[in-house]
Structures are given as C-alpha cells and as structure tokens.
C-alpha cells in the first residue's frame, strides 16, 4: 500500500469522478485508475461503485478514508517536521473562524504569513465556534479565531484573549430607531429579528441577555452568514444584534448603541498536542503563543 494510492483514492473520494481526481492529481486517469485497481485486489475489496454516470464509495470505501487521511497527514507532518528541523517551513496550514471576526485581520496576517513561508499551503475554514474548536481538538484544523459570550471561555484547546467588545444593534436607515443613538433591550424585544441559528455560540450571547432581562424576543430569520444578516436589515425587515469591531465595515445600516448589550471576547484557540510547524510560525506571527494563553483543560465549549 502506497501514499501515493492513498492520496488517488481520496481525490476521487472528493471529487466523486476519475476524471477529475486525475486532473487534481496531474496525472493520466489510466495511471490512476490502475493504481487504484492494484490497490483494491491488494485489499480484497473494491472501494468505489463506478457506473457510467457516476463514481461512489462502496462501504470498504467509506471505511477505508478516515485511517487514509490520517495516514496522508502523518506523512505531510513528517515531511514538515523534517523541513522545520533543517529551518524551512513547509506544509499545511488550516486556519478556522467565526464571520464576525474583527481583532485580527486575517486576510492580511495570511498575506503576510503566505510572503514569509511560500512554501506552505494555507486552507481556510469559516464556521460556527463551536464547530471549530470541535475541530481543533480533532486536528481538523491548526488554528481559529472565535467570539464568545463574556460568559463563556474555550475549553479543551489552548487560549489567548485578543479582545473584548459589546453587541450594537443595526437597523435600516429607514427604521423608527434610526435616528436614535441608543436603545435597550426592552425597546429591542418589540422588533422582529435575523440572527444566527439556535445553538450557535454567537447566537447564545443574544438569547442569554434577553432572557436574563425576562424578555422574550422574535427570530424570524436564521442565516448562517453574516453578510445575509445585513442584507436582510438593509430591507427593514428585521433588526439585529452584531459585535460593535464588526460593524465599521457594513454600509447600507444604521448603527445604535445598547445600554444593557451582552459582551463578548474574541480567542485565537490551537491545539497544543499537534501543533505543526507552520502553525507554530502563524502562532509566532500573531504573537499569540505567549504566557497570556491558557492551556486546554476539559470539555470543549464554544
């Protein structure tokens, strides 16, 4: 069994046709097809169902894609670890975050990163919190940027604070609170909302201070992107609640302080125990590993 039949296999895996696993691969599809056939009489089980439409995993296959992605990243570890150890950074970087991001500049610190060491593949993942420091913990991911509730702090992962800020509210500049410069969350809960969905951790923060508040508002829009929450305002067709950093960059809304608004804190997390190279190197960029950061303990939450 090669790494090579392993990588094939994924691609295809991926892709769900030869065609274009071969074309990812810059190889001939006869040369991978062949491959992949050595590769299933070695194994005694055919991995991919093939018709003439379509290309699906068989359940051998589907089986044998998790340990092959473990295999393949323990070998582009190694090779990394290898080039760290001579002074070059290589292989693979994976960067996760929350939409609202706004204590880094992610975009320009991957700029900057990608100019000192080219030779490293960057990924970028934007999630719910909780899903990414789900990841991180897995070894999905090297690195993530989250915003939490004041109340709620990462667990499982290693932590640095970046910042802290407040919820603001946004409303079409047609809506009757406009022209105010403030507003409370008794005056809030009257309107309808967008927000993210239910469970979310940025959608908590939210929840949790009208209901410590004792009141109960309305969500008539869940949307996973930010972007949509502002569209959707930018309609007068609800209001919403978006992290104060966060909300410079919109156009097309109004923009009200709230008296009594959650807080919220923005973590970069890792994961000390597979820590690669160049996750190291992004860390050292950001500044983050330093004795500020905190060390995982427990569950996950986030």
């Not at 190889?27 to 491959?35: C, D, N, T």
Request: aromatic share 4%; proline share 5%.
């Amino acid at each position: 069994m090669e790494l090579q039949q392993m990588r094939y296999v994924l691609a295809v895996a991926e892709t769900n046709s030869f065609t274009r696993a071969a074309e990812r691969c810059r190889v001939v599809q006869s040369a991978l097809s062949h491959q992949i056939a050595r590769l299933e009489r070695e194994l005694g089980a055919r991995l991919f169902e093939r018709t003439s439409r379509r290309v699906r995993l068989t359940p051998a296959g589907a089986a044998f894609l998790p340990a092959a992605r473990q295999c393949l990243e323990a070998a582009d570890r190694a090779a990394a670890e290898v080039s760290a150890a001579v002074g070059e950074v290589r292989g693979r970087l994976s960067v996760g975050l929350v939409p609202t991001v706004a204590a880094v500049d992610i975009p320009g610190a991957l700029g900057e990163f990608r100019q000192r060491y080219p030779h490293v593949r960057i990924g970028l993942c934007v999630n719910a919190g909780e899903n990414l420091v789900e990841k991180i913990r897995h070894g999905a991911l090297d690195v993530a940027f989250l915003g939490l509730p004041a109340t709620v702090r990462p667990e499982g992962v290693a932590a640095r604070e970046l910042a802290r800020d407040r919820l603001v509210a946004i409303v079409a500049p047609g809506h009757p609170l406009a022209g105010a410069s403030s507003v409370d969350l008794h005056r809030l809960s009257s309107e309808v909302f967008v927000d993210l969905p239910a469970g979310t951790a940025a959608r908590s923060q939210t929840d949790q201070a009208f209901a410590a508040a004792g009141l109960v508002r309305e969500v008539a829009f869940e949307v996973t992107a930010a972007d949509y929450i502002t569209r959707l305002v930018e309609q007068n067709l609800c209001v919403a609640m978006l992290p104060a950093a966060y909300v410079p960059q919109l156009t097309g809304i109004a923009t009200l302080e709230v008296e009594d608004a959650p807080g919220r804190v923005e973590y970069v997390v890792w994961n000390t125990s597979s820590r690669t190279p160049a996750a190291s190197a992004f860390l050292a960029l950001l500044a983050a590993d330093s004795p500020q950061a905190t060390e995982p303990a427990g569950r996950a939450v986030g």
